[in-house]
């Protein structure tokens, strides 16, 4: 069964700061989805990405397959980006138990 | 654009009664998900549909029952409510499962069971 772990599951950084969170997994797959869930809200979807590097605004997120790896970056960080991250398999089966980011003024 | 719309959004039980969680998605997606989020876990797999009529078991299925009578609608049923079924769920559809194509979810339903 393929695993998904995230890294750090808690993060609290100051507004402008760099925000890196990883994300691995067990077994091959050939994408990985990145999820964004605001307190008390839905889960919106980021990133599907299969290979190198997507960006959209502040964010980045990477991947290398072979090494069974994933990034989401943040750049210029925002009280606004504060929420939970997700990463996930593309078989909708397997999410990592998130990583709750909050970005303090 | 709708995407995929649940209701209710918040609902509170008591212990046995049943219910009827609605999801609908206006994409046209083959398949459909139910999941179950509790505090500090993951997603957690109830019920996935590949299409209208056909349904599979995921990770939890016991205690839920779901149909898919068309391509758009994916209703989870509660029958005998139990306060371990006190979650927020989540529908939500894809155009394929393990291609490239990003899920889509709903805003989720807060169920609390007493």
């Known amino acids: 069964k393929n695993e998904v772990e995230q890294s750090p599951q808690n993060l609290t950084a100051q507004e402008g700061e760099f925000i890196t969170i990883n994300c691995s997994y067990s077994?091959?797959?050939?994408?990985l989805h990145w999820l964004q869930q605001h307190p008390g809200g839905g889960i919106v979807s980021l990133f599907m990405?299969?290979?190198g590097k997507k960006k959209h605004g502040r964010l980045i997120a990477t991947i290398n397959i072979q090494e069974k790896h994933s990034s989401l970056h943040i750049t210029a960080s925002h009280p606004r980006d504060s929420a939970v991250y997700i990463c996930?398999?593309?078989?909708?089966?397997?999410f990592g138990k998130g990583t709750h980011l909050i970005i303090q003024p | 654009n709708a995407g995929v719309t649940q209701t209710p959004k918040f609902r509170i039980l008591k212990i046995g009664q049943s219910m009827t969680l609605q999801c609908t998605q206006d994409?046209?997606?083959?398949?459909m998900y139910w999941y179950r989020q509790d505090p500090g876990m993951g997603l957690k797999l109830i019920y996935y549909?590949?299409?209208?009529?056909?349904?599979d078991k995921g990770e939890v299925p016991n205690g839920y029952n779901v149909s898919r009578s068309t391509t758009e609608d994916f209703p989870l049923r509660l029958e005998l409510a139990a306060p371990s079924q006190t979650s927020v769920y989540f529908c939500?559809?894809?155009?394929?499962?393990?291609?490239?194509?990003?899920?889509?979810f709903g805003d989720g339903t807060r169920l609390s069971i007493l």
């Open positions: 939500a559809s894809s155009y394929s499962r393990f291609g490239n194509q990003p899920q889509h």
């Open positions: 077994v091959g797959i050939s994408a």
């Open positions: 990405l299969s290979s």
């Open positions: 996930a398999a593309p078989d909708g089966l397997t």
């Open positions: 994409m046209n997606h083959n398949y």
């Open positions: 549909s590949v299409g209208a009529g056909i349904t």
